[in-house]
């Protein structure tokens, strides 16, 4: 065979087949071709190798010893070409792109390690952006098509597929349900215990921008009672809010865990008469819910948290 002349693929095939069958007419049907094209794939392939591959016996065919040599190094090119097919099938079928995620709260909250672990393994080829804000600075750009996925904090959240009132743009799966817990700085019992919201209302409190989950569980408390709670500062960060609340500078709203926590640990006082309920959500938009990439990476988020 000389260096320029091209190795056919069904001719490999041929020879490979014709050898284990020991037979022209069974290695044809195997290839669905005519024992004479066999034949002649095989005539070809002993003139370019410039080999005798077969004898003939009474029994079919019988590989020479150039022919048996040959034989695992065709093997081996047919078994490479089909590992290079389902090669480019996997890679044909790989999710890949950039996948933008808004996140709240603190990572272990929104198990946010396990969610991306999840998506790493199952997805690889998926970049990820995340984008630390507020709950409704999430759901916004969610539904403007800044961000792909996002964890959102409603407090209603008591049926999947809606979320924040209901709205039909949004797919969304309640993760989990908690409590906020209204706590006052140490000393502040006389204040609020045995206290409703029209006498917490009167007190100092820690307003939060318009944004976040806190402002918007206080609106649906206060509002309807025409009430507007004495804010004394604002702020956005749960940090800041803790370090204020521990200064003695007035109410705020801490999750039900960590209010128990501090109030353990630093003796904040914690209302005993009222509490807001609320959900932690994972939203997409409904139109894209099915997209590869979102895909994706609603099913890492059900294995994160299942």
């Not at 195997?30 to 002993?46: D, I, N």
């Not at 005798?52 to 047919?78: M, N, Y």
């Not at 803790?242 to 904040?268: P, T």
């Amino acid at each position: 065979m000389t260096a320029a002349a091209p190795m056919d693929l069904q001719i490999l095939r041929a020879f490979v087949l014709a050898a284990r069958e020991g037979s022209v007419s069974r290695a044809a049907a195997r290839l669905h071709l005519t024992q004479p094209a066999v034949s002649l794939q095989l005539k070809r392939l002993a003139e370019d190798t410039g080999l005798q591959l077969f004898t003939r016996t009474p029994h079919g065919l019988a590989l020479t010893a150039d022919g048996a040599a040959l034989l695992p190094q065709a093997e081996r090119v047919l078994a490479a070409v089909g590992d290079l097919q389902q090669a480019a099938r996997n890679l044909q079928s790989t999710v890949r792109g950039a996948l933008r995620i808004g996140t709240i709260l603190d990572p272990e909250f929104t198990r946010l390690g396990m969610f991306l672990r999840e998506l790493v393994e199952s997805a690889p080829q998926i970049e990820t952006e995340l984008r630390h804000g507020m709950s409704g600075t999430v759901l916004a750009q969610v539904l403007r098509g800044e961000l792909d996925v996002g964890f959102h904090l409603d407090a209603d959240g008591d049926a999947d597929g809606d979320a924040d009132g209901g709205d039909a743009a949004l797919a969304a799966r309640t993760l989990t349900r908690f409590t906020y817990r209204v706590v006052a700085p140490a000393g502040w019992g006389p204040q609020v215990t045995g206290r409703d919201w029209k006498a917490l209302a009167a007190l100092p409190w820690l307003a939060t921008p318009p944004e976040s989950a806190h402002h918007r569980l206080l609106e649906r408390v206060f509002g309807p009672l025409g009430l507007a709670p004495r804010r004394v500062a604002l702020v956005d960060q749960e940090a800041s809010m803790l370090d204020l609340l521990k200064s003695g500078v007035g109410l705020s709203l801490l999750r039900d865990s960590i209010a128990i926590r501090e109030s353990q640990a630093h003796g904040l006082v914690l209302a005993d008469r009222v509490q807001l309920d609320c959900a932690l959500r994972f939203v997409s938009l409904a139109a894209r819910r099915n997209e590869p990439v979102i895909a994706s990476a609603w099913d890492a988020l059900t294995r994160a948290w299942s």
